[in-house]
């Protein structure tokens, strides 16, 4: 309803990256329907999904946005990252090389994304830990010396979803408001 928009007291951007396959588009629509589409197919036309969260008795919109097919390197433009408060940089724990291009992806966030964005490295499958190919401290030791927050989810369980995107959004209120 109308109403319901009018008591928003932020609206915060937030985009998902990563390689192709992590996840993106799952963990998205985990968190904003509590969805998991078995045979997804690429997203197309959908640039981004909304979830309405309460912090400190605020209401806050966040709007995240999904590379929708655009994730080979230095494809994403950089109006998907003008506005952006947060990001969500996602790889597969049972594919090293999408832990190995995570460095990449932090490059582009920082020559295209405001300096203050709070990033939250996500490490997906986490149900897939008997093909596990990313221990779980390199990706501690990668995010503290980088900065950023870390968190192993999987949009399939649901496990840890939410609560990455409610730490990333609760950091950005803190950076933000
Ligand atoms: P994107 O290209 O990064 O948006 O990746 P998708 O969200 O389209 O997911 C790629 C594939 O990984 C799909 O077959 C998903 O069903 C699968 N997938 C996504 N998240 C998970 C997860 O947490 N666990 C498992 N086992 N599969 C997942
Ligand atoms: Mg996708």
Request: net charge negative.
């Amino acid at each position: 309803s109308t109403g319901e928009e009018e008591k928003i007291d932020y609206v915060y951007k937030v985009v998902v990256i990563g390689d192709s396959a992590v996840g993106k588009s799952q963990i998205l629509s985990r968190f904003t329907k509590n969805e998991f589409c078995f045979d997804s197919k690429s997203t197309i036309g959908v640039e981004f999904q909304t979830r309405t969260v309460s912090i400190n008795s605020k209401l806050i919109k966040a709007q995240i946005w999904d590379t929708a097919g655009q994730e080979r390197y230095r494809a994403v433009t950089s109006a998907y990252y003008r506005g952006a408060l947060g990001a969500m940089l996602v790889y597969d724990i049972t594919k090293r090389q999408t832990f190995d291009h995570v460095a990449r992806w932090v490059e582009e966030l920082r020559a295209h994304a405001d300096s203050s964005i709070v990033i939250m490295l996500i490490g997906n499958k986490s149900d897939l830990g008997d093909q596990r190919a990313v221990p779980t401290e390199d990706a501690v030791e990668f995010a503290e010396n980088q900065g950023l927050y870390f968190s192993e989810t999987s949009a399939l369980s649901g496990d840890n979803v939410d609560t990455a995107f409610l730490k990333l959004l609760e950091e950005i209120y803190g950076v933000a408001s």
